[in-house]
């Protein structure tokens, strides 16, 4: 089995091989093909999806404050506290110390994540909300833990005063 040499072919002057990619790229000047008139093209680009003021602290707060409200219901599950509110009460209390060093380092890596991947913004978007709707969670757990307690001292009482014409 003998192999073939190459077919001889003709050299293509650089330009005209520049020309014939451009030209399947569409890129090429096609006076038959009508085109956008570029003169009447806004140099400006559009607006981003995703708004770089969304990256505020408080949504780094708000992250450090749920990891408290885990904490405290985790120690509580565990019988190691009886009340996790204490355990709230010190992520209410410290949780933006805790965000004032890292979100720096949190904006620039978001930043620089949106200059190599601009098409992701609408993740990054996504990643910020989410950050700033974690502050809601404490509120949630206030909420539940306030009803719960509500119940409980109503049938406390509902249990301790006598009811009329039952004796004991």
Known sequence: ?????PADRPAIPPSE????IAAELGKADDVSRPGPDTSTI???PPAPAFDPTALTIDGLTSA???AFYLLGGLLA???ITPDPEPVYAVGRRRAKELARPSYPIYEYFTREYLAMNPDNSLHVAAGATGLNAVGIVPDLIDAVMGARRKATSKTAQGQSTPVPGVTT
Do not use: I, K, S, V
Not at 1 to 5: A, G, I, S
Not at 17 to 20: D, G, I, L, N, S
């Open 1 to 5: 089995m003998t192999q073939e040499p």
């Open 17 to 20: 091989f520049q020309q014939a």
């Open 42 to 44: 806004d140099a400006t």
């Open 64 to 66: 450090w404050q749920a």
């Open 77 to 79: 599950w565990l019988r």
